[in-house]
């Protein structure tokens, strides 16, 4: 079987198939076709009728893409395949792809990352829960800097439970400030990559950007904020309710965990909010999946390999 595609006159035809027309190697290689160009014309040639029909729908998706004024990244073209092979829904990719956040700069790669996006326009608490390199934390980021440029909130506050693996911020070394900063970390390291350094550095020393460990937030009310609550899987019962109910008026919340990654030994406070609060109008819980990671592809090999062995050891033990 033979299928042709022609590509429009106004798009050049390496912006959708990459230097050398490397993603067609990878398309022919993928599903076991023979793949031609001649001028503005792609020949699809195989026996596999279906395999010619999901290339066919990559191509044409990728022309979409490409027209909206988007350059598919390594990353997005490996997810629209993975995305046309499995062909989940009928939502077009392009929607996912060229809904920006930040005039353009950053944008979600997955459809569970559009669906996080679109629970935040919605609802004023919300709840995302991922494995890691899903972009929980990023994208909040995105959002509340989107938010404070906008003018809807006029400061940013993130915070997370300064325990790990077991520490507690009273046995480590140094001052206040030496003990909280590798907790926080990763929240100073997606703002900087969001504000210039020198404008991030103005606004925490004006209060519009708090970073501080939640026990900072007991006897806070917090209004006109959009707050960021972080690795929330590490959170007792009590420090999620305390930090629930430190919400003002004309404020947004998004809290992030990674229900896999607990490291305390009490109750998690983000397993039992999701318990307690699911039924909530304006709580809203988003769950991303290892098809939402979008850090190195072995990332997504990893967690699914995690997954597999302890889903094998926890059917052991039962």
Same mark, same amino acid.
């Given at each position: ?7 429009? =006159? !106004? ?9 050398? $027309?490397? *993603? +067609? &190697?990878?398309?022919? =290689?993928? %599903? ?12 699809l040639k195989g026996k596999n009728e279906e395999n010619i029909k999901i ?16 350059? +598919? ?6 997810? +629209? ?25 950053? =944008? ?6 559009k669906k996080y996006i679109e629970a935040v326009e919605k609802s004023d ?10 972009? #929980?934390?990023?994208? /909040?980021?995105?959002?509340?800097? !989107? ?7 006029? *400061?940013?506050? +993130?915070? *997370?439970?300064?325990?790990? /693996? ?8 140094? $001052? ?11 929240? %100073?390291?997606?703002?900087? !990559? ?13 209060n519009i950007i708090e970073i501080a460990p939640l026990a900072y937030m &007991?006897? &806070? ?31 947004? /919340? ?18 039992? /909010? ?6 909530? $109008? ?9 098809? !939402?990671?979008? &850090?190195?592809?072995?990332? =997504? ?15 052991? #033990?039962?």
């Open positions: 079987m033979i299928k042709k595609i022609t590509i429009p =006159k !106004d798009i050049f035809i390496v912006e959708i198939f990459g230097q050398y $027309d490397n *993603r +067609l &190697r990878y398309l022919e =290689k993928k %599903f076991g076709l023979d793949i031609s160009v001649r001028g503005n014309e792609v020949f290339v066919e729908g990559i191509i044409n998706e990728m022309i979409n893409i490409t027209r909206e004024g988007h350059l +598919l990244d390594k990353q997005e073209f490996e997810y +629209l395949v993975s995305e046309k092979e499995t062909e989940k829904n009928s939502e077009i990719l392009t929607e996912v792809i060229t809904k920006t956040i930040i005039h353009g700069r950053v =944008k979600p790669k997955t459809r569970g990352q608490i919300v709840f995302v829960i991922g494995p890691a390199g899903t972009g #929980k934390t990023y994208l /909040a980021s995105a959002l509340a800097v !989107d938010y404070l440029k906008s003018g809807k909130i006029n *400061r940013i506050i +993130l915070t *997370r439970p300064a325990v790990e /693996a077991g520490e507690k911020l009273g046995f480590l070394p140094g $001052d206040l400030s030496e003990k909280v900063d590798p907790y926080l970390r990763p929240l %100073f390291d997606s703002l900087i !990559d969001l504000i210039p350094f020198e404008k991030f550095i103005s606004y925490r020393e004006r &007991r006897g &806070r009310t917090l209004n006109n904020a959009f707050i960021i609550l972080d690795e929330a899987q590490n959170t007792t019962y009590e420090q999620m309710k305390m930090f629930l109910t430190r919400i003002g008026f004309s404020s947004k /919340a998004i809290i992030t965990g990674d229900i896999t990654q607990i490291d305390i030994k009490e109750n998690s406070g983000l397993v039992m /909010a999701e318990k307690i609060l699911k039924s909530i $109008d304006g709580i809203e819980f988003v769950h991303l999946t290892e098809a !939402d990671v979008v &850090r190195h592809p072995l990332v =997504k090999k990893i967690i699914k390999a995690y997954e597999k062995y302890e889903k094998g050891e926890k059917n052991e #033990k039962d």
